[in-house]
Every structure is written in structure tokens, then in C-alpha cells.
């Protein structure tokens, strides 16, 4: 009576531990790879690829770049999950789009 009623508390246990409901996201990041993850709470797709149950999984390639005004205590910046980031002498640049530079908001753009 006891190993049935033992095997019975095990399988039981078994039984609710599979039965949890799981969430899944994923991200196409743009160069080929999937961010993607299985959760049990909370599954979300986030800027830099996707999060399940608090736990962040970027793009492999993800990149941020960006500069700060210092005149108006400010900061700018772009990213790209295909990796497509760029600083040069006309401004910082993420997935071919137009070079720029932080500028403080009672200044003239050039």
C-alpha cells in the first residue's frame, strides 16, 4: 500500500510538473540569425533581440553607437540587431541609415 501510494505522489508530481504552460518568442534580426527563447511566465521580444522569464537573449551581431552633447548634457545613439553600425567623421550611422551628430535642441543643425 505504501509503494503504491508513493508511486502515485510521484507520478502526480510528474504530471504537474509537465502540465506548466510555456511561452515562446523569437526575433529575425536581419542578418541571417533568430534571437528566440521558451519561457514560463513571460515571453517578449525586446529591442536587442527577445527576453523569457527576465532572462535577455540578444542577436549575436547586435550593436549600439552613439555620442553625447556635451553642451546640453545629452545623448544620442542608434542600433542595429544585423550588426550594421558605424562611426565616422560625419556622425554615427546604424543600418545604412544617414550619418549624424547629437545635437542640443537650441542649436542650428547643420
Avoid: W
Avoid at 7 to 16: D, K, N, R, W
Avoid at 103 to 109: G, R
Amino acid at each position: 500500500m505504501k509503494r503504491a501510494l508513493l508511486l502515485t505522489a510521484v507520478s502526480l508530481l510528474l504530471s504537474f510538473a509537465t502540465a506548466h504552460a510555456t511561452c515562446t518568442a523569437s526575433h529575425i534580426c536581419g542578418d541571417g540569425n533568430t534571437a528566440s527563447c521558451t519561457g514560463f511566465s513571460s515571453c517578449n521580444v525586446t529591442a536587442a533581440g527577445v527576453s523569457c522569464d527576465g532572462v535577455e537573449t540578444r542577436c549575436p551581431n547586435y550593436c549600439t553607437v552613439g555620442e553625447s552633447c556635451t553642451d546640453c548634457n545629452r545623448f544620442a545613439f542608434c542600433f542595429s540587431t544585423a550588426g550594421i553600425c558605424s562611426v565616422t567623421d560625419d556622425g554615427f550611422s546604424c543600418n545604412g541609415n544617414a550619418p549624424r551628430h547629437c545635437h542640443c535642441p537650441d542649436q542650428q543643425q547643420p
